[in-house]
Structure formats: C-alpha cells, structure tokens
C-alpha cells in the first residue's frame, strides 16, 4: 500500500483463480483481456449456468486467466468461493472477536490453484504445513481427494524430485535440447527473445532435415519454458532458417498445440520471413527471473544476482546435506555481508529451526570478499 491509507468499503469481493464473487451484488461481468467474443459468451453462459445450478445469488467477475478454462475446473472455483462466503458468515454471526478474512498465503494459494481432480498426491517437508494443507483442503476443496503427505525421508525433497536442479536450470539463460541444439533466453522490460540454436544432430536426409527436427524439438522446450519461468508479455522467436514453406506451417502449428494446453493463455503469430515467430502471453505475476534475481549493482544493471534470500535458502538446503553426509554437529557458514545479515535477523528463526533438526549448531562468517551468489559451508 505505499504510503497510502487503508481504504474502507462495503463492496465485498472475494478473489480466485478464475472468478471474483461479488456478495450482496447482482453484477457481472468479465475481464477485458479476454478479447474472442465466442469465448466470453461461453464463459459468461456458464458461469451463470453454474450459479443457477448451486443456487448462488451474488455478483461475479470472470478473470483473464479463465480464457479456455473447462467447465469442471470453474465449478472447483465457484465451490472455493462459495465455501469462502460461508466461512465468512459463519465467523461474523458469531460472539467470538476476530478476523473474518485474509488473502491467503503462499502455501494455500498454491494449493487454491493447483490442485485438481486430477492431482493424486501432495508431498510437503514440514509437518505443521502438512496439518494446515489437510485443514484447508477438507474444508474449501472438497471434491479432491488425494493424500498429502509428510516428506520424513533422510533426502531433502528438492533433491529427490529434482527441483533444486531445476531452479537452477529454470535461472539460467541457455537451454540445452536432446538433438545438440540450445535455447538462448534474454528477458528485458518491453520483450522476451528467444534464439534456437542448431546442434549436432543429423537428419536422415539432409540439411533440411536437421534444422526442422531441432526446430520441432526447440518448439516443445519453449512451450515448457514459458511457464517453468512464468514468462508473460510479448516473446520473440528466431527459429533456424528453414527452406520448405511446408516446414515453416507445421513448425508454427506444433507450436501453437504445445502452447494451448498453458493455463495462462497464449498466441502464436505467424512467421516471418525472417524466421521470427511472436508469441504473447498472459503476464499474471512476475517471472521467475524477477522473483529470485535482482539488477546486480557490480555491473549496473547488466545482468543478475541471487537475492541473500534465495542464497540463504540454498544454505540451509547445503548444511542438509551435509549433515547427512558428515554426520557432524558444528558448521561454519562464510558467505557476503548481506546474507550474513539476513541469516542473523530475516531467516533467523528458519536458521534456529534447521539447528535444531540438525542438532548441531551454525557458526556464521562474513568474508566481505565474498560476491553475493557465493558462499562456502565447513564442516567443523
């Protein structure tokens, strides 16, 4: 909020993934972005249908990310909602003094957003997490019935579902394809581009051969890529130069189909004669890049650094392994200033928990010579 003052007012709305319910309120209406008429139509038609059907009397607001959402999916939403109103009521009418509502954290929007019908199993690493995601899934989702469970294994969990490999490799701006070929990945203010690189790999037939098999390949990638680093806006693709117009048509239509199945929506334009393909995207949060980066002040603004949170949880994430490997009880930590800092104020009680299931204890060392990404963990 800035330095503005909190503002009142008795126009209820309740947010979702893909709709707003507007209590005490008979409008409706849906988000601008979503320029097909036939597609507002559907949408507005079966939203009101599922109000009827659920005997809800609100107003509502059909969000952006809704383009192409199905009908099943919309009714999770709308049951979501309902079971928000409920629980609001219920705490106003009664003689206890509390909230009535908050946005809901990370964890539960999460869970809010992603978890479907489809989803058959849910691991989480910390206990207390696991309790609150079982509470919250009984109460507002229902009709989902996959287990969530405590992660109790002596790996960390980023490890054995690889997503500590993942991030890494979700930050960095080369993308290696199976057939040798690489995306090059550069983010700005106005645009994303995108350049396919060929490899080593050789087509049974000829040269011809080779640049559509890699650019096949490098379509599927960048569909996946899109969303692993939540890329929105306007993206730019340099394909490989390609000969056959044939080549060129099924080029963009296999990137078409593998950017269709993205819930946040996307377009394909057609390609140039230069090769460039444009895609726009929906731009619903910031990307991963501007999540877990920032500008890095050493290169004014050239490229980037890990914030000292990112570097602090992947300290935490280290001194795990290595207490397992190790089997010691005393560590020392040397890393930046600045992650020093937020070690000892920010994420010091996160610091105080690892201890403790560690049962050992951190020392913690500034090396000022010590860029901001690095940082070193001894065992003692």
């Keep these: 909020m800035g330095d503005k003052g909190a503002r009142v007012t008795t126009q209820l709305s309740i947010a979702s993934r893909y709709l707003v319910l507007l209590p005490g309120s008979s409008r409706t209406g849906i988000s601008q972005r979503i320029t097909q008429t036939t ?21 509502f607001i059909v969000r952006t990310v809704a383009d192409s959402a199905s009908v099943e999916s919309l009714k999770t939403d709308l049951l979501f909602l309902v079971r928000s109103w409920e629980v609001i009521q219920q705490r106003l ?18 869970a809010r957003d992603l978890i479907t019908e489809k989803t058959t199993r849910i691991r989480v690493d910390n206990q207390a997490t696991v309790e609150t995601l079982r509470d919250f899934a009984r109460d507002f989702l229902p009709q989902t019935s996959c287990p969530i469970e405590y992660h109790s294994g002596p790996q960390p969990i980023f490890d054995l579902f690889g997503v500590e490999e993942g991030i890494q490799q979700a930050l960095a701006t080369t993308v290696e394809l199976q057939s040798g070929g690489s995306l090059v990945l550069e983010q700005t203010e106005s645009m994303t ?78 390609m140039s004669d230069f090769g460039l393909v444009q895609i726009v995207r929906k731009r619903l949060r910031p990307s991963l890049e501007h999540a877990m980066t920032e500008a890095c002040a050493a290169c004014e603004g050239s490229g980037f650094q890990k914030t000292p949170q990112t570097v602090c949880y992947e300290i935490f994430r280290e001194l795990m392994r290595q207490s397992l490997v190790h089997r010691l009880h005393a560590y020392t930590v040397l890393a930046s200033p600045p992650v020093i800092d937020m070690l000892l104020d920010e994420e010091a009680g996160a610091l105080a ?25 001894v065992p003692m």
């Excluded at 403790?356 to 860029?371: A, K, T, Y």
């Design 39 to 59: 597609e507002r139509k559907r949408l507005t038609q079966e939203v009101t249908k599922l109000f009827a059907q659920l005997d809800v009397t609100a107003g």
């Design 93 to 110: 009418n009664s003689n206890n003094v509390g909230l009535l509502h908050e946005d809901l954290p990370l964890t539960l929007r999460t």
């Design 193 to 270: 581009t995108i350049d396919v690189n060929t490899g080593s790999y050789v087509g049974r037939r000829n040269l011809e051969e080779t640049l559509f098999r890699t650019n096949l390949e490098a379509a599927s990638a960048i569909a996946r890529e899109l969303r692993l680093r939540n890329i929105g806006g306007i993206i730019i693709v340099d394909f490989i130069d390609m000969e056959e117009e044939e080549h060129r048509r099924d080029l963009v239509r296999a990137l078409t189909e593998a950017v269709h199945r993205d819930s946040a929506g996307a377009q394909v334009g057609d």
């Design 353 to 377: 928990d690892l201890q403790d299931l560690m049962r050992g204890v951190v020392h913690l060392q500034v090396d000022p010579l010590f860029g901001r990404d690095r940082y070193d963990v």
